[in-house]
């Protein structure tokens, strides 16, 4: 089935470790995107991607470092920098149209 | 860069009743899209209504855009229990149509 595979579904994290979130997409999208999605603060976008080998900054970038070397894969690290990593973080990807399509999240816990 | 603001934020009615939901934002805009949220999913698309269309409806589903007053809604007709979720709606930023701000969101819940 096409679409996007983000895993784990589930992550703890301790204090002063990085983390990366994995994220796969067979849908042949050159975009791709990471959200980061708190209670009630609806979604903020953390780094973008619209070509293999080159992403952007979105609105919340600091304390997160993305990659893009295969056109399927947009992997997201949360690095030690990031003080308050505890969030619902999604990951999506959109092609030639405005529609952009999520995967199914992963849930990011600081323990 | 909040774009799109729901109202309500949340909103319970019975099933077989309607839902309207309500989205305004701030700046020009050449499409505007509803998405849904079921509890710790990925969000899901709904529909994409453009800046030259006043009203589209898809299934249950009916949006309307109003470019002069910089507002949307979203009817959901004869709602069922399982149209229970999250409704988002959703605009390009400026200078960059690919990518999108979402609202808050806005919370539906149907009564069986």
């Known amino acids: 089935d096409g679409g996007i595979t983000q895993s784990p579904k589930y992550l703890f994290r301790k204090e002063g470790q990085n983390v990366t979130l994995s994220c796969e997409q067979n849908?042949?999208?050159?975009?791709m995107y990471w959200y980061r999605q708190d209670p009630g603060q609806g979604l903020r976008l953390i780094y973008y991607s619209q070509i293999v080998n080159d992403f952007q900054k979105g609105d919340i970038a600091e304390g997160y470092s993305v990659s893009r070397e295969k056109k399927e894969s947009f992997p997201l690290t949360v690095t030690s920098a990031q003080k308050n990593p505890t969030a619902f973080y999604l990951c999506?990807?959109?092609?030639?149209?405005?529609?952009?399509?999520f995967g199914e999240g992963s849930w990011l816990t600081v323990v | 860069s909040q774009q799109g603001e729901e109202d309500p934020q949340a909103l319970s009615i019975q099933e077989g009743e309607n839902a309207t939901m309500n989205c305004s934002y701030k700046?020009?805009?050449?499409?505007l899209q509803w998405y849904r949220q079921n509890s710790g999913r990925g969000l899901v698309h709904l529909i994409l209504?453009?800046?030259?269309?006043r009203e589209k409806h898809s299934g249950r589903l009916r949006v309307t855009l109003d470019t002069s007053k910089k507002s949307s809604s979203l009817l959901i007709t004869a709602s069922r229990a399982a149209d229970t979720a999250s409704y988002f709606c959703a605009t390009p930023t400026q200078g960059g149509s690919e990518k999108l701000v979402f609202g808050k969101g806005m919370k539906l819940t149907v009564n069986p």
């Open positions: 209504i453009r800046s030259n269309e």
């Open positions: 700046t020009s805009i050449n499409n």
């Open positions: 849908l042949n999208h050159d975009a």
């Open positions: 999506a990807s959109s092609g030639s149209g405005n529609t952009i399509y």
